[in-house]
């Protein structure tokens, strides 16, 4: 079946200017997470949305970054007034709930340039 | 908290054998997943322990020793293509999520 996507592959925008990027997980998938990666470093983690549970929203690096997973299924995370130090790579990921699955499949990302 | 570590860079040879190590120290174990990264490209899931002891997939194998909060990626037979980042991430409750390390990157030479 089809596996995550994400739109749009890449953003360029103008430091101040509100971004949203959307990520589809693999349907059926309860769980959706959403990292940060800069050039060359880990994977940070974003956001955590299981099921109809209050999102782990532990890893929103400041109250511009928000996100918001409607009917369970599609995600959008927004960042407001975007600074230059945003510019990452967004990746979205998906998983089965429950006790023992836990593997996470990744969309490809949304490459994110702010000037 | 979270704290996982594994080496930032390792170099290997064509054709023989590396081992890349990572320790953790979590809240709770519920499991530990490698993760292959290529350059520019995103994770793709590799391997999943959650008892002691080596599962061995392929060219790749995983081992866990939970008392000790270590495990290690085992890599056989190394190609070229297998030059990548290698990512260690640990579940630590039945319905959390995965904390990831910071990735081990593997340079494969001829």
């Known amino acids: 079946g089809a596996g995550v996507s994400q739109s749009p592959s890449n953003k360029v925008t103008e430091k101040g200017k509100d971004v949203e990027l959307r990520c589809d997980p693999i349907s059926g998938h309860t769980a959706l997470y959403w990292y940060r990666q800069s050039l060359g470093q880990g994977l940070e983690f974003l956001i955590y949305?299981?099921?109809?549970?209050?999102?782990?929203k532990s890893g929103l690096p400041s109250d511009r970054f928000s996100a918001e997973r409607t009917g369970g299924s599609v995600s959008t995370l927004t960042i407001q007034r975007t600074q230059q130090e945003d510019s990452a790579v967004y990746l979205c990921a998906s998983s089965l709930g429950g006790k023992t699955a836990g593997t996470q499949y990744f969309g490809p990302g949304t490459r994110l340039l702010v000037l | 908290g979270q704290n996982i570590d594994q080496p930032t860079e390792m170099t290997a040879t064509e054709g023989a054998i590396v081992q890349i190590n990572c320790t953790y120290q979590t809240s709770g174990f519920n499991g530990l997943f490698w993760y292959q990264q290529h350059a520019g490209e995103a994770p793709t899931f590799l391997s999943y322990n959650v008892l002691d002891g080596l599962e061995e997939k392929g060219r790749f194998s995983s081992f866990l020793s939970r008392s000790k909060g270590y495990s290690y990626l085992l890599l056989k037979e190394l190609q070229m293509k297998d030059s990548a980042s290698y990512l260690c991430a640990v579940k630590a409750t039945n319905a959390g999520k995965s904390t990831f390390g910071d990735g081990t990157t593997l340079t494969v030479k001829p």
């Open positions: 949305f299981q099921g109809n549970s209050a999102p782990d």
